[in-house]
């Protein structure tokens, strides 16, 4: 259910907000009274939300988001982090050095970049809500994705880690989990590893991206008030811890 004022005069930034996750949430908390900005290499970001052109992976644009999304739309009060890739579909052996550091770059350093600069205008004022996108693979690990894996479990211990260091400043900071979520994200891997993930979902499918924004905007509203450095599955009964 939409709650038309919740972000009424709110400024948030998604990472990632031309596709999957990003996209739908991003829309999600426009159509709830956000002034959005969505930071991805593509500028089809949708009508309501400004786009901000850059790579998560290189600190000094995540900086420079930051920087523009504040002077033209106001302080950063959210920040929602769904940038990622899936990586190949490889057995760890062969992962080499360049696809390990290409996945890490953009799942675990982008989450980082993007967080450390916000939080200072955020603790600054007394208010804000961080919520990074990592993976029930985080939790698990997955086969076929040693990279991946790894990169969500480290958005989860960044999380958890960022939560303690803010926890008295006002600004709270979550993430969540999800099992496998019908994005374009899925293109990147074999059959094989995606029948894996859907297998071990007691719901039989597939959650979606609104399913998932509708979780974010809970998080990175006021009403998330007692709860930081916590991590929120969405799996459709996957998650057993």
């Given at each position: 259910?939409?709650?038309?004022h ?5 400024v ?5 907000a ?5 996209a ?8 709830e009274?956000a ?11 949708g009508?309501?939300v ?14 420079a ?5 504040t002077?033209e ?18 057995r ?13 770059a ?8 993007c ?5 200072p205008g ?12 990592a ?16 990169s969500k479990a480290?958005?989860?211990a960044?999380?958890?880690?960022i939560g ?16 496998v979520i ?17 297998e071990?979902?007691p719901?039989?499918r597939?959650?979606?991206?609104d ?9 990175a ?7 930081t ?7 459709g009964?996957?998650a057993?811890y």
């Amino acid at each position: 259910m939409i709650n038309d004022h919740r972000f009424s005069g709110r400024v948030a930034l998604v990472t990632g907000a031309a596709s999957g996750i990003g996209a739908a949430v991003a829309s999600r908390l426009a159509s709830e009274g956000a002034h959005v900005a969505g930071f991805d290499l593509s500028d089809a970001v949708g009508d309501e939300v400004l786009a901000v052109t850059g790579d998560v992976a290189a600190s000094s644009d995540a900086e420079a988001a930051v920087e523009r999304v504040t002077r033209e739309l106001g302080p950063i009060d959210v920040l929602v982090c769904a940038a990622g890739i899936p990586g190949r579909s490889l057995r760890t052996v062969d992962v080499d050095d360049a696809e390990w550091r290409r996945v890490m770059a953009v799942n675990a350093d982008g989450v980082f970049f993007c967080n450390r600069a916000v939080i200072p205008g955020m603790v600054e004022r007394g208010y804000g809500r961080i919520v990074n996108v990592a993976s029930i693979a985080g939790k698990e690990g997955n086969p076929m994705a040693a990279a991946y894996s790894a990169s969500k479990a480290a958005v989860i211990a960044l999380t958890k880690a960022i939560g303690k260091d803010l926890a008295r400043t006002g600004v709270v900071v979550n993430c969540v989990a999800p099992a496998v979520i019908e994005t374009p994200i899925l293109a990147g891997l074999s059959d094989e590893h995606i029948g894996y993930m859907v297998e071990r979902i007691p719901m039989g499918r597939m959650g979606t991206a609104d399913e998932v924004a509708a979780l974010v905007a809970w998080l990175a509203s006021a009403e998330c008030s007692f709860s930081t450095g916590a991590t929120y599955d969405i799996s459709g009964g996957r998650a057993v811890y």
